[in-house]
């Protein structure tokens, strides 16, 4: 599974945070990001997966300068201060036209030409009558008929002009309102920019039915003055094509003096509509300054924000996350789902898994634990979750707090075991001397195992350094059994002792007992050597260990050292439970 996934993603480094506070709020989280971004510039640090990094890999994209470089682009694609300006323009365009189309304007003298319009025809509507009331003197008045049609015709056509004119100001008008509409698309919902518009298509509408009728009417004025033309051959002809003009000009009359009150009402609506429009014109005046303010305000955010980026983008660990993440992006809920992996259900705890980049039970990965431990601490220090409860788990920081309470607890360990043996020896043998180097014999024993094992293990087999347990546990094996040969030996001394016989005695006791210390020691290093055989490291170098310690405590320490020093100390091995006789050397 290593080959696979690797070793530290296996077993990684766990920083377990318990905390008062909500870790989902987005203060906790760029404080998860700081110790994620800190525990990631460790060295044997391959990654860290957190709340804020659920993959690993820090999210650039949820940070506040990459907010704010997505916010730089948006006032980029956006309209700038100079498309600001350009809409006040055309604003100011508005308010002018609302100026120009308000009181009378076009809209009155369309009126009046309306009005006007009627009087002539109701003139010629009573001379057409008059002219039916007798023929007598139809032969004469037929240039003067014959005339006012033409005059008629005139004032039509002149009629017909401007209504196309007003027309075409209407159609202007309506293009202005709905131009504005997209400069300003909030006012497509005034009521009286709706009423306005509606009323001026309407308007434009009935001008150009008008305008048709007119000409319709022109045409048959056109047909009544060709019947004048040729009146000469039958004044029934002029007669009967006086009657239907008369009948015309008589529709045309009420057609227009309903056309009459509808623009009466259109002009009443529309000087309405072009009040509202001055009336927010003027407010938009009167916020022209404080738009260019917000202009150029926007402009100085654009570029801080420029700024911050370039500055921080590298560096950023200002973790953050809208309320809106989900509506702004879908993605954000898949994200939401994998930081939960990290957070607790009652958003209270949190998990950091950090991932190594060596195998997690080596030295160096037991010194680096310790290290995230600090970093993390050091992080927690005067942040928004200052106080809050941590721990480290995981293999490396389990047997990193294990080797520390073993290194603390073996020097207890030391005094304890070496002050009780001595005190016993030392009630033995009733001296203080023997017990003495008794002790050293036994230290010196277990360093040079130590030694020994160092050697093979680390310069020649290239370990990288032995097991906590070998160290403990060699200790107590060597010193248990190295104390009970030194008590067999040393009690057979006393008793072979005689007074001023020291060499005689070490002599006499070490013949009687090296057989049976020997054998025990090579059979207990043989039953520890069964421990040679064991996959497991620590029991290896234990079994190794106890072998290396046996051999040389039984062929060298008790064979050697011990009758060695007893007899350079001579008498004094007894001081002071027995009195101190020095007798001369004999030649």
């Known amino acids: ?54 993959d690993g890999n820090k999210r650039n994209e949820l940070t506040v300068s990459y907010f704010l470089n997505s916010v730089s682009k948006e006032m980029d694609n956006s309209q700038k201060s100079d498309d600001t300006k350009n809409s006040l323009g055309k604003l100011e365009e508005l308010g002018k036209m609302a100026d120009d189309m308000s009181g009378k304007g076009d809209f009155g003298k369309l009126v009046d030409a309306t009005g006007q319009t009627i009087q002539g025809i109701s003139h010629v509507n009573d001379g057409l009558e008059s002219l039916g009331e007798g023929t007598n003197g139809a032969v004469n008045g037929l240039t003067g008929i014959s005339g006012g049609l033409v005059k008629l015709t ?49 308007v434009s509408d009935n ?34 094509g006086l009657n239907k003009s008369s009948s015309a000009l008589n529709q045309v009359q009420v057609a227009l003096e309903q056309i009459k009150d509808g623009q009466k009402l259109a002009q009443d609506e529309i000087t309405n509509a072009m009040n509202s429009l001055k009336d ?50 879908p993605a954000f809920k898949d994200l939401k789902n994998a930081m939960n992996q990290y957070i607790s259900e009652d958003s209270k705890g949190m998990v ?34 200052d106080g809050s409860e941590m721990h480290v788990g995981g293999i490396s920081a389990t047997f990193d707090h294990v080797r520390d309470i073993t290194a603390d607890d073996f020097v207890k360990l030391m005094l304890f075991v070496l002050i009780g043996i ?36 680390q310069l020649i087999m290239g370990y990288e350094g032995l097991s906590w347990s070998t160290t403990f546990f060699a200790f107590c094996l060597l010193v248990a059994l190295g104390v009970d040969y030194n008590i067999f030996l040393i009690s057979r001394v006393k008793e072979e002792y005689k007074p001023g ?22 059979i207990m290093a043989g039953t520890f050597g069964a421990l040679l055989a064991s996959p497991i490291k620590p029991l290896f170098e234990i079994g190794f260990a106890a072998v290396i310690g046996l051999l040389m ?20 091995n007894w001081w002071p439970g027995r009195k101190v006789k020095i007798l001369p050397r004999d030649e």
């Open 422 to 457: 001595f005190v016993v020896l030392c009630l033995l043998l009733r001296s203080v001397i023997a017990p003495i180097y008794l002790l050293l014999t036994i230290v010196i024993s277990y360093a040079t195992t130590m030694g020994v094992s160092y050697v093979v293990f």
């Open 352 to 385: 950091i898994d950090v991932v190594l980049s060596i195998p997690p039970y080596k030295i160096e990965a037991l010194d680096t634990s310790k290290v995230i431990k600090r970093v993390a601490e050091e992080t927690l220090k005067k942040s928004y979750l």
């Open 207 to 240: 001008m150009g039915k008008i305008s048709v009728g007119l000409k319709d009417i022109k045409k048959g004025m056109s047909a009544s003055s060709a019947g004048i033309s040729s009146a000469k051959d039958g004044l029934s002809k002029v007669s009967e």
């Open 501 to 522: 016989d020291v060499t005689g005695g070490v002599a006499r006791a070490l013949a009687s007992t090296g057989g049976i210390i020997t054998s025990c020691g090579i």
């Open 1 to 54: 599974m290593s080959e696979h996934f690797g070793q530290g993603d296996i077993l990684p480094v766990k920083v377990v945070i318990k905390s008062d506070k909500d870790i989902w709020d987005n203060r906790s989280l760029q404080v998860v990001e700081q110790i994620s971004d800190n525990l990631s510039k460790i060295d044997n640090v391959a990654k860290v997966r957190s709340a804020t990094r659920p």
């Open 154 to 202: 005139s004032g039509v056509d002149n009629t017909v002009q401007g209504i196309e004119k007003v027309n075409a100001a209407l159609g202007n008008a309506a293009k202005s309102l709905e131009g504005m509409a997209k400069d300003k698309p909030e006012i497509i919902q005034d009521i009286n920019y709706q009423t306005a518009l509606g009323t001026v298509k309407g």
């Open 280 to 329: 927010a014109f003027s407010s938009l005046s009167n916020s022209k300054v404080d738009l260019n303010k917000l202009t150029q305000g926007l402009d100085k955010i654009k570029l801080y924000a420029d700024e911050y980026y370039a500055a921080h983008k590298d560096s950023d660990s200002t973790f953050f996350i809208p309320a809106n993440a989900e509506e702004i992006d």
């Open 553 to 572: 405590d039984t062929f060298i320490v008790r064979t050697l050292f011990v009758p060695a020093i007893a007899v350079k100390v001579g008498e004094l």
